[in-house]
């Protein structure tokens, strides 16, 4: 007899730990609401009652659900949970949004440490009221603008941690990395099929025979941003993953979608929540509710934020409310406004009257984590411009601020400058191509920022806005990198040198000095301080920004995606610009199709 029957048998002196009285319970495996009792002996459901008083001892935690109902506790189905703050740091909002299983990428130190990262992120989310399951990243292996960072050895140490605990497979790929092509980061896909992992699809703009190919290598995909792409997305066999967090709102495609999928088929997640709004508890309680409130069946909600991404990804004993599943329970007041009561977590009490029970944990970070930032002693406001000979007849190719994550391509007539540097192949000294910020043309710059190297790139951007000063981050999307955008180069200079100062983060320049800065030393992308020190700082950044004249959404989430070539538009590399779709690097000169001949690059050699 093991440890559960006891309390399930109801025998004499057979107490619970924990119940739940009163409540509804949904009950996953009916999809129906049943008006039971839910009893629990450690970190399992032991049985769903009639009446649970038999069981209730001196010793017994009683939540009390009447008139409220009880479900199992949220899973969000793809999220960051290592950007911007930590996973611990979020912990008490994630829990406060009825939260208690994450499906996260490992996009801080996974992307930048590969297996020893996400050997970090595993001992640092053990343990956590929030049961935390980690994708490795692709992207080290990743060869389609420049030459993958990680060797056959990473790969292999990469694929190994596919046999983890809580390593549910592969995390998101970028549909351009392999469709029509064989690159090294296939053998960690082939890995993660071979021990019953999943692969995570990126598949922004896929569609077609390329979507009929993808499907070939994912199993689910988060990307879709309209009714029709998910319903191609599930006729190809396709696992769809709506998301409604800081960035996208995709659900009301889903909800227009939805008569036409089979429900059993959907998840539901964030795919990232600001620390302003985990501050607030915004989270998958919301997510439900908005999915109940555009039209989607509450039953069919649920579902997606629970069983069906642990059908998915392979959580096992997540996901439901019976017998011998874990104790991850939820008290909402109703089903249309979610509003998060109680939450159990494997058993324990960890959110009451709807705040969290629960601290963070304050454990410093391993030193070889916060040593990612620097760049050249010596970098000079030329770093920051152009050569002159890039673009003979003074007419650049360069990025235009889209919508969203996009940057598309244009051309923009930047100023001619003078300033301190080496001359160039082919440009007199100090003839340089730099920003006009009267006509709305900034420079963007990109430095490989892991070794210290004087490797990079300087393309220029419209549509930003910016008058005065610049802006640098390390926070830069599937890159190891340092971007700037500058009105002025000798601003760049300083706000780049205040990041690698910082070992990672923001900083604003303006007029020579620092008028805004935010520390991320976790890769470089993240930070460990306490979650409204880092909220206070993002509108710090946001409002000299403002300051500076910039008026777009999001100008922060802009820099951070400059580089990332999982929208499929004109980005930055090292070396040049990624035209995505065309998967070629192309330079500056707009009458250039391919290479980067007339791209300047001062590395002699690749990392």
Same mark, same amino acid.
């Given at each position: 007899?093991?440890?559960?029957?006891?309390?399930?048998?109801?025998?004499?002196?057979? @107490?619970? /730990?924990?119940?739940?009285?009163?409540?509804?319970?949904?009950?996953?495996?009916?999809?129906?609401?049943?008006?039971?009792?839910?009893?629990?002996?450690?970190?399992?459901?032991?049985?769903?009652?009639?009446?649970?008083?038999?069981?209730?001892?001196?010793?017994?935690?009683?939540? +009390?659900?009447?008139?409220?109902?009880?479900?199992?506790?949220?899973? /969000?189905?793809?999220?960051?949970?290592? %950007?911007?703050?930590?996973?611990?740091?979020?912990?008490?909002?994630?829990?406060?949004?009825?939260? #208690?299983?994450?499906?996260?990428? @490992?996009?801080?130190?996974?992307?930048?440490?590969?297996?020893?990262?996400?050997?970090?992120?595993?001992?640092?989310?053990?343990?956590?009221?929030?049961?935390?399951?980690?994708?490795?990243?692709?992207?080290?292996?990743?060869?389609?603008?420049?030459?993958?960072?990680? +060797?056959?050895?990473?790969?292999?140490?990469?694929?190994?941690?596919?046999?983890?605990?809580?390593?549910?497979?592969?995390?998101?790929?970028?549909?351009?990395?392999? =469709?029509?092509? &064989?690159?090294?980061?296939?053998?960690?896909?082939?890995?993660?099929?071979?021990?019953?992992?999943?692969?995570?699809?990126?598949?922004?703009?896929?569609?077609?025979?390329?979507?009929?190919?993808?499907? @070939? =290598?994912?199993?689910?995909?988060?990307?879709?941003? $309209?009714?029709?792409?998910?319903?191609?997305?599930?006729?190809?066999?396709?696992?769809?993953?709506?998301?409604?967090?800081?960035?996208?709102? +995709?659900?009301?495609?889903?909800?227009?979608?939805?008569?036409?999928?089979?429900?059993?088929?959907?998840?539901?997640?964030?795919?990232?929540?600001?620390?302003?709004?985990?501050?607030?508890?915004?989270?998958?309680?919301?997510?439900?509710?908005?999915?109940?409130?555009?039209?989607?069946?509450?039953?069919?909600?649920?579902?997606?934020?629970?069983?069906?991404?642990?059908?998915?990804?392979?959580?096992?004993?997540?996901?439901?409310?019976?017998?011998?599943?874990?104790? !991850? %329970? *939820?008290? =909402?007041?109703? *089903?249309?406004?979610?509003?998060?009561?109680?939450?159990? $977590?494997?058993?324990?009490?960890?959110?009451?009257?709807?705040?969290?029970?629960?601290?963070?944990?304050?454990?410093?970070?391993?030193?070889?984590? #916060?040593?990612?930032?620097?760049? +050249?002693?010596?970098?000079?406001?030329?770093?920051?411009?152009?050569?002159?000979?890039?673009?003979?007849?003074?007419?650049?190719?360069?990025?235009?601020?889209?919508?969203?994550?996009?940057?598309?391509?244009?051309?923009?007539?930047?100023?001619?400058? @003078?300033?301190?540097?080496?001359?160039?192949?082919?440009?007199?000294?100090?003839?340089?191509?730099?920003? /006009?910020?009267?006509?709305?043309?900034?420079?963007?710059?990109?430095? /490989?920022?892991?070794?210290?190297?004087?490797?990079?790139?300087?393309?220029?951007?419209?549509?930003?806005?910016?008058?005065?000063?610049?802006?640098?981050?390390?926070?830069?999307?599937?890159?190891?990198?340092?971007?700037?955008?500058?009105? !002025?180069?000798?601003?760049?200079?300083?706000?780049?040198?205040?990041?690698?100062?910082?070992?990672?983060?923001?900083? =604003?320049?303006?007029?020579? !000095?620092?008028?805004?800065?935010?520390?991320?030393?976790?890769?470089?992308?993240?930070?460990?301080?306490?979650?409204?020190?880092?909220?206070?700082?993002?509108?710090?950044?946001? !409002?000299?920004?403002?300051?500076?004249?910039?008026?777009?959404?999001?100008?922060?989430?802009?820099?951070?995606? *400059?580089?990332?070539?999982?929208?499929?538009?004109?980005?930055?590399?090292?070396?040049?610009?990624?035209?995505?779709?065309?998967?070629?690097?192309?330079?500056?000169?707009?009458?250039? &199709?391919?290479?980067?001949?007339?791209?300047?690059?001062?590395?002699?050699?690749?990392?």
């Amino acid at each position: 007899m093991n440890e559960l029957q006891p309390v399930a048998l109801e025998r004499d002196e057979a @107490t619970a /730990d924990l119940v739940v009285t009163g409540g509804s319970v949904y009950g996953s495996n009916r999809r129906a609401v049943l008006e039971r009792d839910v009893a629990v002996v450690g970190d399992r459901i032991a049985a769903l009652l009639d009446d649970a008083d038999a069981v209730v001892g001196p010793e017994t935690t009683v939540i +009390d659900a009447s008139g409220r109902y009880v479900l199992p506790g949220l899973i /969000d189905a793809h999220t960051h949970a290592d %950007l911007k703050v930590t996973p611990e740091r979020a912990v008490p909002g994630t829990l406060e949004s009825g939260t #208690t299983s994450i499906v996260t990428e @490992t996009s801080g130190l996974g992307l930048h440490f590969g297996a020893r990262g996400v050997e970090t992120t595993l001992e640092r989310t053990a343990g956590s009221p929030v049961t935390t399951y980690l994708a490795v990243p692709p992207q080290p292996f990743v060869d389609t603008f420049e030459p993958p960072r990680g +060797d056959a050895d990473a790969l292999e140490d990469c694929a190994d941690l596919l046999e983890r605990d809580r390593v549910i497979g592969v995390g998101e790929i970028d549909w351009i990395h392999v =469709v029509g092509h &064989e690159p090294p980061l296939s053998k960690l896909v082939d890995a993660a099929h071979d021990s019953g992992g999943v692969v995570v699809g990126h598949g922004a703009g896929c569609r077609g025979d390329s979507l009929r190919a993808f499907a @070939t =290598v994912v199993d689910n995909d988060h990307e879709a941003i $309209a009714a029709e792409g998910m319903r191609e997305r599930a006729a190809a066999g396709v696992h769809v993953v709506g998301r409604c967090g800081s960035n996208r709102d +995709d659900l009301p495609a889903l909800a227009a979608a939805a008569p036409d999928l089979d429900p059993a088929s959907v998840s539901l997640s964030t795919d990232g929540i600001d620390p302003d709004e985990l501050l607030e508890g915004v989270g998958m309680a919301d997510v439900v509710a908005r999915a109940i409130e555009l039209g989607i069946p509450a039953q069919d909600a649920i579902d997606a934020a629970t069983r069906n991404p642990a059908e998915q990804f392979g959580l096992e004993g997540r996901g439901r409310i019976a017998a011998g599943a874990y104790a !991850d %329970l *939820l008290v =909402v007041d109703d *089903l249309e406004s979610m509003g998060v009561e109680t939450v159990v $977590a494997n058993g324990e009490v960890v959110v009451a009257d709807g705040s969290a029970t629960v601290a963070p944990s304050t454990d410093p970070y391993p030193d070889y984590v #916060t040593e990612m930032v620097s760049i +050249d002693d010596g970098v000079g406001e030329d770093r920051f411009t152009a050569p002159a000979s890039a673009a003979p007849d003074g007419v650049v190719r360069a990025l235009a601020v889209g919508s969203g994550l996009v940057t598309t391509e244009t051309v923009a007539e930047p100023a001619v400058t @003078t300033v301190e540097g080496d001359a160039v192949a082919g440009g007199a000294a100090g003839d340089r191509l730099g920003p /006009d910020p009267n006509a709305d043309v900034l420079t963007a710059t990109l430095l /490989d920022r892991t070794p210290a190297t004087d490797r990079g790139f300087t393309g220029f951007l419209t549509g930003f806005g910016l008058e005065s000063g610049a802006v640098a981050t390390s926070a830069t999307w599937e890159r190891i990198g340092l971007t700037t955008v500058a009105a !002025d180069p000798a601003d760049a200079v300083v706000a780049a040198r205040r990041v690698a100062e910082l070992n990672g983060g923001f900083a =604003v320049a303006r007029d020579g !000095d620092v008028v805004a800065d935010l520390e991320l030393p976790v890769a470089g992308v993240a930070s460990n301080a306490p979650l409204e020190d880092v909220a206070d700082g993002y509108e710090a950044l946001e !409002d000299a920004l403002r300051r500076g004249g910039v008026e777009i959404d999001d100008p922060l989430v802009t820099l951070e995606t *400059l580089t990332f070539p999982g929208v499929p538009a004109l980005k930055l590399t090292p070396s040049g610009y990624a035209d995505v779709l065309g998967q070629q690097v192309v330079g500056l000169d707009p009458e250039t &199709e391919a290479g980067a001949a007339d791209v300047e690059s001062d590395s002699e050699s690749e990392t």
